[in-house]
């Protein structure tokens, strides 16, 4: 059998970064089965609130006031059961959740507590129950507990010198990575968060960065092509999204492809002007939304072997801050998509929303652990068997049992 | 009140060196100007010992046979089409025929990539940027880019190309912890500067050769010693200076490849180039003594004052502010004539210089340097030239390139134009190279001691690794020194 290695051309047409796994699982292939499983982190802290809405829990629109979701707005939240609606920017998830391709587990949290970018990131990653206790994540250490059914790509074990991989895809199992040619524009995000620090720091430096944005602003209005593109703008943004999750399904997809992989999304982290319905948080969940119909075009007829895990550190505020934004928080939302789920649930036990509720008094407080979920995934789509789950990929999670009925 | 020691090292990696790696700042703590006058000291630092690097002749010779090459390849195409012409069957006329012009003109593409120029100009680029990220401290280095910009050459310049690399290995590093006589004579009798600046063909008038053919004096290599390298502008000489030291040093050539393949590119004094009889350069008179009479001028204008504080100057101004302390200038131009151009000892009084390390952090990082120091923050050892390269030219600094012969600038302001381009490279290079590492650490590890708690919070607080790296890379405290 002819092992497929993506050829050079491949390699430079994918314009998203993929990192996956060298192999193809075993147990499953014995099964008949020809699971694919692919991780998206998103870097930032997503606010669950904001893309799944409670909109049956009597404190919501108190909390939450004009920026709460609700079915009677406009744009209008879409419904998902008689407690929770979802961010009207996510129709194709709205539509694959109706028909059972999707599921929402909501007021979920890894065991981290406190609430640091990096350190929520690397437990997140890491499957561990703290940061900096590893340098390998659990997507691989999952990897390794799976006896490997052929190797891909002809035996090699990187294709290219690129961005550095996610944690979560990092350990002993080989993995592939594919970059793009060239990495999209730094964000409005970075940029403003720099222009922020010269303020207070380098005025000439603010004055000469400043400059530029003014310029490039001017062009564009103009409609003129600014020489050179400022920060990645919405519709970017978008494409970038679309683009390297269509790529991740295509090479999902060749018969002697890879399986498993992982793909990280910058710029959730909304402290300011989140934009819920219109705006910056709008904007990046209309683009991961377009990212799940990338994929379950790209895969055709194997979207009912695929679960999509969507997944981030930690939560943010329930109430908006001075900004019209949230800060760092706790609980928040995992998003399953696929054609191999049996979905058309938010699966959560509410905490609720009254002060008294919330945890430290300023979060959606966790009710189930995040890791529930995964190792519930892993159990069911790729036969991971308890043991393994419990010691290796997620250390120290033996209280920690799989989610079971994720899948079909 | 003692300066805390940790802020004094870590000004000084960035100020003198090429940025800190993780355990710079604490290795040179407790004796920051030490460790620099150690630095100076060591015979490995500054130097590229790669054996798989070619010398200028041998690389220029290289050169040649390849255009030799892709030009015979070229020809070869030629008869093909001349015999399409003669073919009755295209009787319709020249219009009809299989465009002989354009064949010949398009370069055959028998192997896919660059050529040998340009093989060369990168494996010398990749060597530099290996011993940029391998120095302990990066002193050294940073004297060979002074050094190297100042005696300034352009692959921009064909035959250049080649041997810029070389050129700056053999004249310039040579040299660096030498006398500055002995470079200006190692820079200005190298191939690379003699074509670059067309002295290779300057003929004296009444030479030999000047006699039988038109072609004449070329002024632009004596201008640029008197004016960029040596002296300085609007100093103590004037336009006849120029012309007769131009004179002075023609027959100061390179041996073409088509008369001697085997010592092809090397230099050659031609005394039948040379102009013939003494000539007056700066108020004095030099003998007509072959070569010896231009290495005379050259050793003439080593010791000149002018050159002292023109140096001296410059030095300042790279290393330590836009306007330097007059106090610091004048220090530097003593100690020049002092040591009779010794170049480690002005390298010494500048580290030891009061002046230098009150100075306020307010020169802006060239493209280069930050590039680099970015490179070292992130632990890179190894890397792609590619990317490097393709950032410099971004940036405005492109290696070996520089647009004039005065060099890149050392005033900060034009280099403020790059600062967006800056953040879009800052953030490629915190996702291509930033390891797992924790960006908190790597902030106290680079500018710890420096940092504002403005700077300590953006990085604390960026939402991913990446991010908070870009922010780093783009802080003031990173980008000034």
Same mark, same amino acid.
């Given at each position: 059998m002819t092992l497929h290695a993506p050829t050079r051309r491949e390699l430079l047409l994918a314009s998203g970064t993929l990192f996956t796994w060298a192999f193809v699982p075993r147990v499953a292939r014995a099964e008949g089965r020809d699971p694919r499983l692919l991780v998206f982190v998103l870097r930032g802290a997503l606010d669950g609130l904001a893309a799944v809405a409670p909109i049956g829990d009597p404190e919501w629109q108190r909390l939450r006031g004009e920026k709460a979701l609700t #079915? *009677?707005? &406009? =744009?209008a939240a879409l419904p998902l059961d008689s407690f929770f609606a979802l961010n009207p920017a996510m129709p194709n998830f709205h539509r694959l959740y109706k028909s059972g391709a999707a599921t929402v587990v909501h007021a979920v949290a890894t065991p981290y507590r406190e609430r640091s970018h990096f350190d929520g990131q690397d437990v997140l990653e890491s499957g561990? &129950?703290? =940061? /900096? %206790?590893?340098?390998? *994540?659990w997507l691989n250490r999952a990897l390794g507990a799976l006896a490997p059914a052929a190797r891909v790509g002809g035996g090699k074990d990187a294709f290219a010198i690129g961005p550095i991989a996610p #944690?979560?895809?990092? *350990? +002993? %199992?080989p993995v592939l990575s594919w970059s793009p040619p060239r990495l999209p524009a730094a964000s409005e995000d970075t940029l403003m968060r720099l222009l922020d620090l010269y303020r207070h720091t380098d005025p000439a430096l603010a004055r000469a960065l400043d400059e530029r944005v003014g310029l490039a602003t001017i062009a564009r209005a103009g409609g003129m092509d600014a020489q050179q593109p400022r920060a990645a703008g919405a519709g970017q943004v978008r494409a970038y999204f679309a683009e390297s999750a269509g790529t991740a399904a295509k090479f999902l997809t060749r018969p002697d492809g890879p399986r498993i992989g992982a793909l990280a999304f910058d710029g959730w982290d909304t402290h300011a002007d989140e934009g819920v319905m219109s705006g910056r948080l709008a904007n990046l969940l209309g683009a991961l939304d377009g990212a799940i119909a990338a994929i379950e075009t790209e895969m055709k007829a194997a979207w009912r072997e695929t679960v999509v895990a969507i997944i981030t550190e930690f939560g943010r505020t329930a109430r908006i801050n001075g900004t019209d934004g949230t800060d760092h928080g706790t609980a928040t939302v995992a998003l399953l998509v696929g054609g191999a789920l049996k979905g058309g649930r938010v699966v959560a036990d509410w905490p609720g929303l009254r002060p008294a509720n919330l945890h430290e008094g300023r979060d959606l407080k966790p009710t189930t652990d995040l890791r529930a979920v995964l190792k519930g995934v892993l159990k069911d789509?790729?036969?991971?068997?308890d043991a393994a789950l419990a &010691?290796?990929?997620? =250390?120290? +999670? /033996?209280r920690v049992k799989p989610m079971a009925g994720l899948l079909a | 009140m003692a300066v805390d020691p940790t802020f004094e090292a870590c000004l000084s990696l960035h100020r003198f060196g090429l940025g800190p790696r993780a355990g710079s700042i604490a290795a040179i703590a407790s004796d920051p100007r030490g460790a620099l006058l150690a630095e100076l000291e060591s015979p490995e630092a500054g130097r590229i010992d790669d054996p798989a690097l070619s010398g200028s002749a041998q690389a220029a010779r290289a050169a040649f046979k390849f255009q030799q090459e892709q030009r015979a390849l070229r020809l070869a195409q030629r008869p093909r089409s001349d015999a399409n012409a003669a073919n009755p069957r295209n009787a319709a006329g020249p219009a009809q025929t299989q465009m002989p012009d354009k064949a010949a003109a398009q370069p055959p593409q028998p192997n896919a990539g660059p050529g040998v120029p340009q093989r060369l100009y990168l494996d010398e680029a990749r060597a530099r940027m290996h011993a940029a990220l391998g120095a302990r401290i990066g002193f050294v280095e940073r004297l060979v880019w002074f050094w190297s910009n100042h005696f300034c050459v352009s692959a921009d310049k064909g035959n250049v190309r080649p041997i810029c690399g070389a050129y700056e290995r053999e004249a310039i590093r040579a040299h660096v912890r030498g006398h500055f006589r002995d470079m200006l004579l190692a820079v200005e009798s190298h191939p690379a500067m003699l074509i670059y600046l067309d002295n290779a063909r300057s003929i004296g008038p009444a030479s030999m050769a000047g006699l039988r053919q038109k072609r004449g004096l070329n002024e632009n290599l004596a201008r640029e010693i008197l004016e960029l390298h040596t002296l300085g502008v609007r100093t103590v000489y004037k336009q006849e200076d120029v012309t007769s030291f131009a004179k002075v040093i023609t027959g100061w050539t390179v041996v073409p490849p088509r008369q001697d393949p085997a010592h092809a590119g090397e230099f050659w004094f031609n005394s039948r180039m040379h102009e013939p009889g003494a000539q007056m350069v700066v108020g004095k008179s030099y003998p007509d003594l072959g070569i010896e009479q231009g290495r005379a001028v050259l050793a003439t204008l080593a010791r000149h004052p002018a050159t002292a504080k023109h140096v001296a100057g410059k030095l300042a101004r790279h290393f330590v502010a836009d306007e330097p302390p007059a106090s610091l200038v004048q220090r530097l131009t003593k100690r020049f004539l002092d040591s009779d151009g010794n170049l480690k000892e002005l390298a010494k009084a500048l580290v030891t210089a009061p002046e230098a390390w009150d100075a306020a952090r307010g020169k802006l990082k060239r493209p280069g340097e930050w590039i680099i120091g970015a490179m070292r923050a992130a632990g890179t050892t190894a890397a792609d030239i590619g990317p490097v390269m393709q950032a410099q030219n971004l940036l405005g600094e492109p290696l070996w390139r520089q647009a004039a012969p005065k060099g890149f600038g050392d005033e900060s302001n034009p280099w403020l134009d790059g600062l967006s381009q800056r953040l879009d490279i800052a953030n490629q290079l915190a996702r291509r190279m930033g390891a797992q590492a924790d960006p908190r650490q790597m902030l106290e590890d680079t500018i710890g001691p420096l940092a504002s708690s403005d700077t300590r919070q953006a990085v604390t607080r960026a939402e991913s690794r990446p991010q908070a790296m870009a922010l780093l890379f783009m802080a003031p405290e990173f980008q000034r020194r």
């Open positions: #079915l *009677g707005r &406009t =744009p561990f &129950t703290g =940061p /900096g %206790a590893s340098e390998s *994540g #944690l979560v895809v990092r *350990g +002993s %199992a789509h790729l036969c991971v068997d &010691t290796k990929v997620f =250390p120290d +999670s /033996g | -």
